[in-house]
């Protein structure tokens, strides 16, 4: 919430450096596969409303969710009157079941103490058939252990939460969505950031999809693409 008070730009105002939210919301665009149009999507911790707007102009219905009230202020002022934006708890989504076509939960699990409550809330909200994208920072790669052993030697615990991509892939299988296409997400420090185009390049993209060692160790987060199924377990 201190970072919508603070800062003006749509990075910082979801706790982002301006290279780090370019990068992530360049790398979804290129794995959007599409959605028939009016489709209703949920984006769950929308924060200035980067992808809501996006998702909007592909001709998308969407409903923008964040906890903070400040960001949600700031989200309005970026987007037409025409675009709900809604105050809520990503545990405890104020939707019926099976109310929208697919959702978008971005930058939240890092956050939370716990993915599984957000991840059973999004089955839930969930048509049969319907999509999920659902990101997090990388538990076993070299970014989180070099953060961690550097807040140590500060004598200091981890701010954000990493998780194991083996982890979620289960979580998402127990709360009802079909096997998850899992996809790496290289990202360069903000202060190297003239490295992202080699990280991104076709070459190194081949590397990680072909080698799934070299993702899960570069990696600075990952994303799933997930469906969800007519029964799910919740």
């Given at each position: ?14 706790g ?17 596969p599409?959605?028939?149009p ?20 592909q ?35 104020p939707f ?73 892939t ?20 903000s ?6 185009p ?12 072909g ?11 990952f ?12």
């Amino acid at each position: 919430m201190e970072f919508a008070t603070q800062r003006e730009d749509d990075a910082g105002i979801a706790g982002w450096s301006l290279s780090g939210l370019e990068t992530r919301f360049r790398f979804f665009r290129r794995l959007w596969p599409g959605a028939a149009p009016g489709s209703s999507y949920l984006d769950v911790g929308c924060g200035a409303g980067t992808y809501t707007r996006w998702l909007t102009d592909q001709g998308l219905q969407v409903v923008g969710l964040d906890y903070s009230q400040p960001t949600l202020k700031k989200a309005r002022q970026r987007m037409s009157p025409g675009i709900p934006l809604c105050a809520g708890d990503a545990t405890r989504l104020p939707f019926a079941d099976a109310s929208f076509d697919g959702a978008l939960c971005f930058g939240v699990l890092q956050a939370v103490s716990d993915s599984a409550p957000i991840v059973r809330e999004l089955a839930r909200v969930l048509k049969p058939g319907g999509d999920l994208w659902i990101d997090a920072l990388n538990g076993g790669g070299l970014a989180a252990r070099f953060e961690k052993a550097r807040l140590r030697l500060k004598g200091k615990g981890m701010h954000l939460r990493y998780e194991l991509h083996g982890h979620l892939t289960r979580m998402l299988s127990s709360s009802g969505f079909g096997e998850p296409t899992l996809h790496w997400l290289p990202i360069a420090p903000s202060r190297v950031h003239w490295l992202q185009p080699l990280v991104e390049s076709r070459l190194a993209r081949l590397a990680f999809a072909g080698f799934a060692p070299a993702g899960a160790l570069l990696s600075h987060s990952f994303a799933f693409h997930a469906r969800r199924l007519a029964s799910p377990r919740y």
